[in-house]
C-alpha cells in the first residue's frame, strides 16, 4: 500500500501526518516547533513513522505546508538582495518601485531599482518600447549584487512579451533566478510589482528549507515526490513552488480549511483552527476556501494576488492570561512553541488560556494534571475566550443565521462545545493535525487572471483562459486526464473600454503519480 506524508510547520507546533491510499489518517503527531525549523520537521517525521509503524519505502508523496516564507518576510530575514526593473518610463516615474515600504524591508531587498522604457495602454498598444541597452546597462550595475531579478511591466498581464524579452536581455548578463510579474499577479502596478519583488526575495529562503527536508527524507529511506502547499488550499509540485515561493504565504490556514472539511466530511462551514498563537477563521465553499477579494498585505506591502478570506487574532493555547485583581485580560502575547516549559500545567509560572482550559474541566491532557487557578479568575478568562470566538464568528458569517463550525488545530481544546449563532459545533478525530492533513491531500490547482478584448463577444477569451490555468494545473503537478476547470467568470471593468473584461479561471485535478 503506497502512503502520503503531510507536514504542516505552525509558530508552535509541527504537525505530521500519514494517509493511506483512501486518504484516510493512519497516524498523526505534533512536535514542538524549533527555532530552526528543520529539527523540528525531522523530530515530527521521525514520530509519525514510529507511532504509524509505516514502511517508510511506502512513502509515495511528501507535502511540505510551511510559514516559513511568511516568517522571512515578517522578520526581515533570509531574503536575497533583488533587483527590480519596471518597464513604465515615462508614465510611471511619479511613484518609483519600493514606494511605501517599510525601511528595514527595503534595507534586507537593497537598492538596485531601475525605472526603465516601456509599458502598454490598457488595451495592450504600447507607448513605450524598450530598450535591450537600457536594460543591459542597469543588469551590469546590479552584477555581482544582487540574487534575483524582478521584471515588472505596465500592463504586462494583457501582453507579456516587453516582459519576456526583457527577462531575455537579463538573463544574458546575469546568472540569477528572474521572476516576471505576468506570471504572479493581477494588473494592478503597485500591487503586482510588490509581490514579484517578494517573490524574487523567497526563492532562496524556499531552497533552503526544501532542501533540508528532502534530505531529511532520504536520510530515512523515504524516496517520495515533494510538494508544498499553496495559498488556495490546494498543493503544487516542488520545482513548481522553488518558481513561485510568494504561492505558500497564507497555505497555513487554508491547509487547515482543507483538512477540517476532510475531516468533518462537511462541505460548506466556519473553520475555526486554534492554534498555540493565534486563532483562524475561514470560511468553507463547496470544500474549498474562500478567497479574499481585497488586496492582501504581508509584512506591511500591499500585494494583489489572490489570498484566503482569514481573519486571524490572538486567541491559542500558549496566549498569556494576564490577571490584574478581579480583571483578566486574554493576550495577544503568547509563550508560543515554549508553552510545554513555561506554563503553569507544565510546572511553569506563566498563566496561558491552555491552563484556563485544564482548569475548567472541559478539556484535559493526557499526563498533565488540572493547575490550580481561582475559580473567579477562571470563570471570567473563560467567559472572554468564549466572547473573542463568537464576534469574531459573527464578523465571518455570510450572514445572520447560524452556521455550522469546524473546530481544528490543537489549541481549539480551549473553546467551548456550544457557541452562540452556531447551529453546530464539530469536533473532528484527528482535529489537532487538520492542517497536516490538508497538506498532504492531493488536489493541484492552476489559476489565471487577465484582461481580453472581446470585440465579437468573450467565447474565445473564456476559453482561452481556461485552457491556461489547465495548463498551468499541470504544470503544478496535476495529472492531465483529471484536470477540470472548476471556476470560470467573466467581470466587467468600470472606467475602460466597453469590450475589455477581466476573465479568471482556476482549475484543479488529483496529484499526478
Known amino acids: 500500500m503506497r502512503h502520503r506524508l503531510g507536514i504542516d510547520v505552525g509558530g508552535t507546533n509541527t504537525d505530521a501526518v500519514i494517509l493511506d491510499e483512501q486518504l484516510r489518517v493512519v497516524a498523526s503527531v505534533k512536535s514542538p516547533t524549533t527555532e530552526d525549523t528543520g529539527d523540528g520537521i525531522v523530530a515530527a517525521v521521525d514520530a509519525v ?36 526593473l519596471r518597464l513604465g518610463a515615462p508614465a510611471t516615474t511619479a511613484v518609483p518601485p519600493l514606494e511605501g515600504w517599510p525601511d528595514d524591508l527595503r534595507d534586507a531587498i537593497g537598492e538596485h531599482t531601475y525605472l526603465i522604457a516601456g509599458g502598454l495602454e490598457h488595451d495592450g498598444r504600447g507607448y513605450s518600447q524598450i530598450d535591450d541597452d537600457e536594460i543591459r546597462a542597469a543588469c551590469h550595475r546590479m552584477r555581482g549584487h544582487v540574487d534575483a531579478v524582478a521584471v515588472i511591466g505596465v500592463f504586462s498581464p494583457i501582453d507579456e512579451r516587453q516582459e519576456i524579452r526583457a527577462a531575455e536581455v537579463a538573463s544574458e548578463v546575469l546568472s ?103 486563532t483562524d477563521i475561514g470560511v468553507l465553499v463547496n470544500g474549498f476556501p474562500r478567497q479574499s477579494a481585497e488586496a492582501s498585505d504581508i509584512g506591511g506591502i500591499r500585494t494583489n494576488f489572490r489570498m484566503p478570506d482569514v481573519l486571524s487574532f490572538g486567541l ?45 474541566g472541559n478539556a484535559s491532557i493526557p499526563g498533565v494534571a488540572e493547575p490550580s487557578i481561582d475559580p473567579t479568575v477562571r470563570d471570567a478568562a ?27 488545530g490543537g489549541g481549539s481544546i480551549v473553546a467551548p462545545d456550544n457557541l452562540d449563532g452556531v447551529s453546530e459545533v464539530i469536533r473532528p478525530e484527528h482535529f489537532g493535525a ?50 477540470e476547470v472548476v471556476e470560470l467568470e467573466e467581470l466587467p471593468l468600470a472606467y475602460m473600454e466597453e469590450n475589455t473584461v477581466m476573465i479568471r479561471a482556476r482549475a484543479v485535478g488529483q496529484l499526478a503519480e
Do not use: W
Open 176 to 278: 540569477v533566478p528572474i521572476t516576471r510579474s505576468a506570471c504572479i499577479g493581477s494588473i494592478g502596478l503597485l500591487e503586482r510589482e510588490n509581490a514579484t519583488v517578494l517573490n524574487a526575495a523567497l526563492k532562496d529562503t524556499l531552497t533552503t528549507l526544501a532542501q533540508g527536508f528532502i534530505a531529511a527524507l532520504h536520510a530515512r529511506a523515504i524516496d517520495a515526490e515533494v510538494c508544498i502547499g499553496q495559498n488556495d488550499g490546494t498543493l503544487m509540485r516542488l520545482d513548481y513552488a522553488l518558481e513561485f515561493p510568494v504561492l505558500t504565504i497564507g497555505c497555513g490556514p487554508t491547509n487547515s480549511i482543507r483538512g477540517a472539511a476532510h475531516l468533518s466530511a462537511v462541505a460548506d462551514a466556519l473553520v475555526v483552527d486554534i492554534g498555540g498563537t493565534t
Open 434 to 483: 487538520a492542517n497536516a492533513v490538508g497538506a498532504a491531500l492531493a488536489d493541484v490547482a492552476g489559476q489565471v487572471e487577465k484582461l481580453y478584448r472581446v470585440e465579437n463577444g468573450p467565447a474565445d477569451a473564456l476559453a482561452d483562459a481556461a485552457q491556461e490555468a489547465h495548463d498551468r494545473a499541470i504544470m503544478a503537478g496535476a495529472a492531465a486526464k483529471t484536470v
Open 382 to 408: 473563560l467567559d472572554r475566550v468564549r466572547a473573542m470566538i463568537e464576534e469574531a464568528i459573527d464578523r465571518m458569517k455570510p450572514s445572520a443565521d447560524a452556521v455550522p463550525v469546524v473546530l481544528v
Open 316 to 360: 491559542g493555547g500558549g496566549t498569556l492570561v494576564d490577571i490584574d485583581g478581579a480583571s483578566v485580560r486574554i493576550g495577544p502575547e503568547s509563550v508560543g512553541h515554549r508553552i510545554h516549559s513555561e506554563a503553569l500545567a507544565f510546572g511553569g509560572t506563566k498563566t496561558t488560556v491552555t491552563d484556563i482550559a485544564l482548569a475548567s
Open 49 to 84: 513513522l514510529a507511532r504509524s509503524g509505516v514502511d517508510p519505502g511506502s512513502i509515495s508523496h511528501a507535502m511540505l505546508g510551511t510559514t516559513h516564507c511568511t516568517n522571512a518576510i515578517v522578520e526581515r530575514r533570509g531574503l536575497s538582495k533583488v533587483g527590480v
